[in-house]
Nanobody, 124 residues
């Protein structure tokens, strides 16, 4: 069974940090571009970051550039999203997704597999 599982979401104060993990089972992530998306209540799902299958190229939304870092460990079949200097507007359910193409995309419909999401809440 092909599956992505996110973890690491939590309640954190503004200015804090979290590291989200996206672990794959049933398939290897080596040949997939992996994207992180988020969806806040009442809003559409939006792209946050993406990393190519090789890990050599990464993309970030303007709103998280300089604060978030995406990385991958293909040996562990896992992708990470390090989130620093968190803001209340970062509050959302965060999803990881795998695209059967080594190139990143910011479009939800271009991803083949999705995790169930992990809640990140930034609040004092």
């Amino acid at each position: 069974q092909l599956q992505l599982v996110e973890s690491g979401g939590a309640l954190v104060q503004p200015g804090g940090s979290l590291r989200l993990s996206c672990a794959a089972s049933g398939f290897t992530l080596d040949y997939y571009a992996i994207g992180w998306f988020r969806q806040a209540p009442g809003k559409e799902r939006e792209g946050v970051s993406c990393i190519r299958s090789s890990g050599g190229s990464t993309n970030y939304a303007d709103s998280v550039t300089g604060r978030f870092t995406i990385s991958r460990d293909n040996a562990k079949n896992t992708v990470y999203l390090q989130m620093n200097s968190l803001k209340p507007e970062d509050t959302a359910v965060y999803y990881c997704a795998a695209r059967g193409n080594y190139i990143c995309s910011g479009y939800v419909e271009e991803y083949d597999y999705w995790g169930q999401g992990t809640q990140v809440t930034v609040s004092s």
